[in-house]
Nanobody, 126 residues
Framework: VQLQASGGGTVQTGGSLRLSCIPSGRTFPTLGMAWFRQAPGKERELVAAISSTGSNTYYADSGKGRFTISRDNALKPVYLQMNNLKPEDTAVYYC????????????????????WGQGTLVTVSS
């Protein structure tokens, strides 16, 4: 599966951005998906994950209460709405996907995903 990520940009502290991730190509019928981010000199970390049906979500502590991951159904785009952005949110954001037979499972580590988007840069200025 190919993943096309978009929506990054530069905003001021307190601003908002909405990232989109569109799966295409030969896809498994149902995909678990997630957003990760990687700041310069740091490891890639989970931002949020969502089950194939959207019934379950998981958020890293850094984004709880500010970020919302969503999807309409198993093969539609996944979105990450980011509000009240902070300078520490500055990073390249990557969407990831993996085939799954589960409607409710969420996957929280990079090794559990086998498809990655190209990354979209989010810069939050103070």
């Amino acid at each position: 599966v190919q993943l096309q990520a978009s929506g990054g940009g530069t905003v001021q502290t307190g601003g908002s951005l909405r990232l989109s991730c569109i799966p295409s190509g030969r896809t498994f019928p149902t995909l678990g998906m997630a957003w990760f981010r990687q700041a310069p000199g740091k490891e890639r970390e989970l931002v949020a994950a969502i089950s194939s049906t959207g019934s379950n979500t998981y958020y890293a502590d850094s984004g709880k209460g500010r970020f919302t991951i969503s999807r309409d159904n198993a093969l539609k785009p996944v979105y990450l709405q980011m509000n009240n952005l902070k300078p520490e949110d500055t990073a390249v954001y990557y969407c990831a996907a993996r085939p799954t037979l589960s409607s409710g499972a969420v996957y929280n580590t990079p090794r559990e995903y086998n498809s990655w988007g190209q990354g979209t840069l989010v810069t939050v200025s103070s």
